[in-house]
C-alpha cells in the first residue's frame, strides 16, 4: 500500500500539509502523542525528525529541540520501540528525516528494515546527494519498498533537477530559498518566480515547499506553484510555547 | 598505490562531498576550476610572490643539532613557527583567498577553534580588502582572547557559536549553514583537509609547499631529497598533508603523524580520532569521527585547542588504513614535556600542536644515520597561558 501516492491522488484539489517535529521532543517519550495529535488535527503527513548532534542543513530552532531530545536521551533503537504500535494510531503518510551519519552507524539497511517493520513510509536525509543516493544507497531502498525524497533549491540548474526527478520517489521537497531552516515570515516575488519555474517543468514526481513556511502568508505562497507545504520550525516553536502537545497542534493550524 | 584524491573526490573509501542539495552548484563550480584556476601561470606567479614576500617563505629547514645528539638521529625542523602569523594555516589562507577571487566570490567565511585559521583568514581578509566572517565557538572565544582580539583588529567580524558544545564542530556547522545562506557571493575558507570535496585536496595542495621545500633543503643539507622519517601532527590534518604531499608515493620514506590523546586513549578525555573513531559523515566527508555507537558526534578533549576535532581529513584516515602512515596517539603529557625539551635544547617554544609531533621523537625508536624532518607547524606565542599553567612554579 503506498500511502504517499494515495495521498497525492485524493487531494488533487486540496493542498498538502506535511508537519515535521523532533522525535523525543519536547519529552523523551512525547513522540507517539505527537504524532497522533497531529493525525487528529487533521494534518496529511508527518516527517519524524530524528535527532543528530551537528544538524547542518537546520536552523537554530530545530538544532535547539535535537538537543533536547538527546539530551532527554532519545536514540534510533528507541525510536522504532516508540513507533513499534504506530499504524494502530494513524494511517497518514509517515517520513523519517535524519542525518547520514546517524543512518550509518544504525547500518542503513537495518533502519529500511526497521522503518519498513513499523510502517514509515520514507526518508529525507538531506546530507545524502544525488550521487552518492544513486551509487549507493538507491537499490537498498527499493529492495524494501521505501520511498526516498531528495530536495531542489533555487540553486539546482534544471539538468539536475530532472536527474532529481528521476532518481526520487514519492515527492520532491523543494526547499524555498537558500537558507537552512526556519521559519520566515512572507516570501518574495523571486521566490514565486522559482516556484512557477519549477511547476512549468510538468515534473514526474509531485512536490511539496519546505524551509521558512509558518503562517498563512507563507503556506498560501508556498501552495500557489506546489502541491502543498511542510512546516518545521514553527511547530516546534508552538509545541515549546503551548501547554500541550495538541494546543501546539491547535495553534499551529489556527494560524493556517 | 595512490594516495591522493581520486576522481569522484575519495581517497580510498573515504572523502566524498555530502553536502545540502543548497551547496551542490557551488561544490561542483569549484570541483570543476580549481585545478585549472591553480594550475595556470598567473595564479602560480601571484601565490609565489605572496608566499615569498609576504608569508616568509621558504621558511628554514633547520638542523637541531642538540636535539639530535638527545635522539640520536639527525633531526631537522621545518620552521612554519616563521610564518607571519605563526603557524602554517597562512600558505592555505593565501591559496584560497585568490582561489575565491578567481571565482569571483565577494565575502569570506571561516571557521577557528584555536584562532589561527581564523587569524590566517582575517590576514588574508585584510590583504585583499574583503569581507571576513569567522565562525568560533563561545568557549573558544573566552579561552583564546588573544587571536579574537587579533582577528578584531584586523577587521574581522568575530561570531561566537552557542550552539553544541560551542567548540571547533560547531562552529564549523555554522560556517557551513551560513555558505548555505549566502551561496552566491560566498567563499568557505576551510582551514584544514577536511570538508566536502575538493576541499581536502585544495588545502593538501596548497599546503603542499612544505614538502616542496623539504625536499630542496634537504638535498642541499644532506645530498638527498628524501629523509627516512618525516613527522607532523595532525588535528584536521594539513600540515601533516603539506609535510607529507610530495613524498606520499615514495615508500621508502615512512610517515610518522601524532594525534592527541589527551588524558589517554583508554579515558574519555581524548582527541585520538584514527584510533578511536568510526567511520561516518561529518561536514561533508566520510572519514573516521569520534561518535557514540548511536552515532551523534562526541566532543574530544586535548590540551591543544588545534587538535580537539572529532574527525580526521579522509586522506588521513586511508593513509592509516592503507599502513602508509603510523599513527601515535600522544597524551598531554607527552607533548608537554616534548615542549619543554625544544625549548631548552633548540631556544624555540613551538604551539602545543606541534609539540605532538615532537613528542614521537621520545616515543619511537631511530638510527643514529637516520634522517628525520619534523614538522613545526606553529609557534607557542598563543599557549604561553597554558604552559604558564602547567608548568607552573618549574621555571
Ligand atoms: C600550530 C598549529 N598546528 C597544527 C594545527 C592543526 O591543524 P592541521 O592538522 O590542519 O595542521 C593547528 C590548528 O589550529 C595549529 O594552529
Given at each position: 500500500m503506498d500511502r504517499i501516492k494515495r495521498l497525492f491522488d485524493s487531494k488533487k484539489n486540496e493542498k498538502i500539509l506535511s508537519v515535521y517535529f523532533t522525535a523525543g521532543f519536547p519529552k523523551k517519550d512525547s513522540t507517539v502523542d505527537v504524532i497522533k495529535a497531529l493525525s487528529d488535527g487533521g494534518v496529511d503527513m508527518i516527517e519524524i525528525g530524528i535527532p543528530f548532534s551537528d544538524p547542518m542543513a537546520d536552523g537554530p530552532v530545530i538544532q535547539q529541540s535535537s538537543q533536547k531530545a538527546l539530551d532527554n536521551g532519545m536514540t534510533q533503537n528507541l525510536l522504532f520501540e516508540q513507533l513499534k504500535d504506530i499504524r494502530k494510531v494513524t494511517d497518514i503518510p509517515l517520513i523519517l528525516m535524519g542525518y547520514i551519519n546517524t543512518a550509518m552507524q544504525f547500518g542503513f539497511e537495518n533502519l529500511c528494515k526497521k522503518a519498513v517493520e513499523v510502517g514509515i513510509d520514507g526518508f529525507i536525509i538531506p546530507d545524502i546527494p544525488l550521487e552518492e543516493y544513486s551509487s549507493q544507497y538507491k537499490p537498498i531502498v527499493e529492495k524494501y519498498g521505501l520511498k526516498f525524497i531528495l530536495l531542489i533549491t533555487p540553486e539546482t540548474p534544471e539538468e539536475r533537477i530532472r536527474k532529481i526527478d528521476s532518481a526520487s520517489s514519492g515527492f520532491i521537497y523543494m526547499v524555498s530559498s537558500a537558507s537552512t531552516t526556519g521559519a520566515?515570515?512572507?516570501?518574495?516575488?523571486?521566490?514565486?518566480?522559482?516556484?512557477?519555474?519549477?511547476?512549468?517543468?510538468?515534473?514526474?514526481?509531485?512536490?511539496?515547499?519546505?524551509?521558512?513556511?509558518?503562517?498563512?502568508?507563507?503556506?498560501?505562497?508556498?501552495?500557489?506553484?506546489?502541491?502543498?507545504?511542510?512546516?518545521?520550525?514553527?511547530?516546534?516553536?508552538?509545541?515549546e510555547e503551548q501547554p500541550t502537545v495538541q494546543d501546539a497542534v491547535k495553534s499551529l493550524i489556527s494560524k493556517l | 598505490m595512490n594516495y591522493n584524491v581520486n576522481e569522484q573526490g575519495y581517497y580510498g573509501e573515504f572523502g566524498g562531498a555530502y553536502v545540502p542539495e543548497i551547496l551542490q552548484k557551488n561544490v561542483k563550480e569549484l570541483r570543476e576550476n580549481y585545478l585549472k584556476i591553480m594550475q595556470s601561470p598567473d595564479f602560480i606567479a601571484e601565490i609565489d610572490q605572496l608566499l615569498h614576500d609576504y608569508a616568509g617563505r621558504p621558511t628554514p629547514l633547520y638542523f637541531a643539532k642538540r636535539l639530535s645528539e638527545e635522539v640520536g638521529a639527525k633531526v631537522y625542523l621545518k620552521r612554519e613557527d616563521l610564518c607571519h602569523t605563526g603557524a602554517h594555516k597562512i600558505n592555505n589562507a593565501l591559496g584560497q583567498i585568490l582561489?575565491?577571487?578567481?571565482?569571483?566570490?565577494?565575502?569570506?567565511?571561516?571557521?577557528?577553534?584555536?584562532?589561527?585559521?581564523?587569524?590566517?583568514?582575517?590576514?588574508?581578509?585584510?590583504?585583499?580588502?574583503?569581507?571576513?566572517?569567522?565562525?568560533?565557538?563561545?568557549?573558544?572565544?573566552?579561552?583564546?582572547?588573544?587571536?579574537?582580539?587579533?582577528?578584531?583588529?584586523?577587521?574581522?567580524?568575530?561570531?561566537?557559536?552557542?550552539s553544541g558544545n560551542k567548540t571547533l564542530k560547531d562552529a564549523t556547522n555554522e560556517a557551513i549553514r551560513d555558505w548555505c545562506c549566502n551561496p552566491q557571493n560566498t567563499f568557505y575558507i576551510i582551514g584544514s583537509v577536511v570538508g566536502p570535496h575538493p576541499y581536502p585536496d585544495i588545502v593538501a595542495k596548497f599546503q603542499s609547499v612544505i614538502s616542496e621545500e623539504i625536499k630542496k633543503q634537504l638535498k642541499e643539507k644532506e645530498g638527498r631529497e628524501n629523509p627516512d622519517y618525516l613527522i607532523a601532527c595532525v588535528g584536521g590534518g594539513s600540515n601533516a598533508a603539506g609535510t607529507f604531499y610530495h613524498y606520499l608515493q615514495n615508500e621508502e620514506v615512512k610517515l610518522y603523524e601524532a594525534?592527541?590523546?589527551?588524558?589517554?586513549?583508554?579515558?574519555?578525555?581524548?582527541?585520538?580520532?584514527?584510533?578511536?573513531?568510526?567511520?561516518?559523515?561529518?561536514?561533508?566527508?566520510?572519514?573516521?569521527?569520534?561518535?557514540?555507537?548511536?552515532?551523534?558526534?562526541?566532543?574530544?578533549?586535548?590540551?591543544?585547542?588545534?587538535?580537539?576535532?572529532?574527525?580526521?581529513?579522509?586522506?588521513?584516515?586511508?593513509?592509516?588504513?592503507?599502513?602508509?602512515?603510523?599513527?601515535?596517539?600522544?597524551?598531554?603529557?607527552?607533548?608537554?614535556?616534548?615542549?619543554?625539551?625544544?625549548?631548552?635544547?633548540?631556544?624555540?617554544?613551538?604551539?602545543?600542536?606541534?609539540?605532538?609531533?615532537?613528542?614521537?621523537?621520545?616515543?619511537?625508536?631511530?638510527?643514529?644515520?637516520?634522517?628525520?624532518?619534523?614538522?613545526?607547524?606553529?609557534?607557542?606565542?598563543?599557549?604561553?597561558?597554558?604552559?604558564?599553567?602547567?608548568?607552573?612554579?618549574?621555571?
Open positions: 520566515q515570515n512572507s516570501f518574495s516575488e523571486d521566490k514565486q518566480r522559482y516556484f512557477k519555474k519549477i511547476a512549468d517543468m510538468n515534473l514526474k514526481n509531485p512536490t511539496l515547499v519546505g524551509f521558512g513556511v509558518s503562517n498563512k502568508a507563507t503556506f498560501d505562497a508556498a501552495c500557489e506553484h506546489s502541491r502543498g507545504a511542510i512546516i518545521g520550525s514553527a511547530f516546534i516553536r508552538a509545541l | 582561489l575565491a577571487r578567481r571565482m569571483g566570490k565577494t565575502r569570506i567565511v571561516a571557521e577557528t577553534g584555536a584562532g589561527q585559521h581564523g587569524v590566517a583568514t582575517a590576514t588574508v581578509c585584510a590583504l585583499m580588502n574583503m569581507e571576513c566572517v569567522v565562525y568560533m565557538g563561545e568557549t573558544d572565544v573566552n579561552r583564546q582572547f588573544l587571536n579574537v582580539q587579533r582577528m578584531k583588529m584586523l577587521g574581522a567580524k568575530v561570531v561566537p557559536v552557542i594525534e592527541a590523546a589527551g588524558l589517554g586513549i583508554d579515558t574519555d578525555m581524548t582527541a585520538a580520532t584514527i584510533h578511536l573513531g568510526k567511520e561516518g559523515v561529518l561536514h561533508g566527508s566520510r572519514t573516521l569521527i569520534m561518535q557514540t555507537p548511536d552515532g551523534q558526534i562526541v566532543e574530544p578533549y586535548s590540551i591543544s585547542a588545534g587538535l580537539d576535532y572529532p574527525g580526521i581529513g579522509p586522506m588521513h584516515a586511508n593513509l592509516a588504513r592503507m599502513g602508509r602512515a603510523k599513527v601515535f596517539a600522544i597524551t598531554d603529557k607527552q607533548a608537554m614535556d616534548a615542549a619543554l625539551r625544544l625549548t631548552r635544547l633548540e631556544g624555540i617554544i613551538p604551539a602545543i600542536e606541534s609539540s605532538h609531533a615532537l613528542a614521537i621523537l621520545a616515543e619511537a625508536k631511530f638510527k643514529p644515520s637516520d634522517v628525520i624532518v619534523v614538522t613545526v607547524s606553529g609557534r607557542g606565542d598563543k599557549d604561553m597561558n597554558t604552559y604558564s599553567k602547567y608548568f607552573e612554579g618549574q621555571f
